[in-house]
């Protein structure tokens, strides 16, 4: 599966007036789709079946964003929530939204099929643009998600976010990061908001220096389970001079948690040139040495192993990780 940019994603949506100038009918275009050749997105727009299915998760949302707001031409709708989550290249971790989302007037609201409005009113300073459409600023895109997706996404979505502005972790700009929290911060001393208790927790757990959405799920987990706020991206000096940057530093249990996904292994975008043979032994000597440099141990973590509370639970004791105070 591939990420899509907008550009690539205008060029390969196929508009039903295209179409109709290539001599397509509505009797040819129904067996397309029946036949599993096209794919429809939304009443006038298709893509080629085999593209989309190729296209990771947010990057078919991002498709239904793109066609939405060219079906929308003129009206310029305000892109929001999940919708513009995936405008802004944040992931949408276990999330597969059913519907685009825009926000509207209080006297336009009238959802469809394929749209959600949201009622609600916009200060100029929460809507931009990008690649020419409109949606909600960053800080106004996680406020509204945060709010309205299970924590799991939420704390994958707000690391990303802040991560946007924060920068690389081994050049992290803790201003800017700190920045965007402040304002997700005030925003949420609103009280009687929808979702706001859990807003508020994922704020105060966002982190910018995780990479990938499976760090900030084990961050979660180990939080739901006690353990005190881990450290992130941390260097242990290798023997040549440079650094081995480990994912997450459980200081409490002289504990290193390296966040595994399957893709670091298999896949071409992740391994470069080498085997998946020669990645497993690179991984094992990276391993032993640190283990040895710092006299702390190393805990490998996949997508199972924490996808419940139950199985994290599971799988930290089992590797000798406890907690004095649970927090659920």
């Given amino acids: 599966m591939r990420h899509a940019t907008l550009e690539q994603i205008t060029d390969m949506l196929i508009s039903r007036r295209r179409l109709d100038e290539q001599g397509w009918n509505s009797r040819t275009l129904l067996a397309a789709v ?64 059913a519907r685009v989302h825009v926000m509207t007037r209080p006297d336009r609201r009238h959802s469809t099929p394929g749209l959600l409005r949201h009622e609600g009113a916009l200060a100029d300073a929460d809507i931009t643009e990008i690649g020419g459409i409109r949606c909600t600023s960053l800080a106004r895109t996680v406020f509204d998600v945060v709010r309205t997706v299970g924590p799991e996404a939420a704390i994958a979505l707000a690391d990303a976010a802040v991560a946007r502005v924060g920068g690389e972790p081994w ?90 996904g399957l893709a670091k292994y298999v896949e071409d975008e992740y391994r470069g040139t080498r085997t998946t043979e020669r990645v497993l032994l690179d991984e094992k000597a990276r391993e032993d040495w640190v283990r040895g440099a710092s006299g702390w141990r190393v805990v490998r973590v996949m997508s199972e192993h924490v996808a419940t509370l139950e199985s994290a639970t599971s799988h930290f004791r089992a590797m000798g990780l406890f907690a004095r105070r649970p927090s659920f």
């Fill in 34 to 97: 029946e036949e599993r050749r096209l794919h429809r997105v939304r009443r006038g727009w298709f893509i080629d079946l085999a593209r989309w299915q190729e296209l990771h998760p947010e990057s078919r949302h991002r498709v239904e964003v793109v066609a939405a707001a060219l079906a929308a031409a003129g009206s310029d709708p305000v892109f929001s929530h999940v919708s513009a989550a995936v405008l802004w290249d944040l992931p949408l971790f276990r999330v597969r939204p």
């Fill in 171 to 260: 050049a992290y700009d803790d201003d800017a990061a700190g920045r965007l929290l402040a304002d997700l911060e005030a925003r949420m001393r609103v009280p009687g908001v929808r979702g706001i208790v859990q807003a508020r927790r994922i704020a105060g757990l966002a982190d910018g220096r995780a990479q990938l959405p499976l760090e900030s799920l084990t961050r979660y987990r180990l939080f739901q389970l006690g353990f005190a706020r881990p450290r992130l991206q941390v260097p242990v000096e290798r023997a040549d001079g440079g650094r081995f940057w480990m994912d997450i530093a459980v200081d409490q249990a002289r504990t290193f948690i390296e966040c595994d």
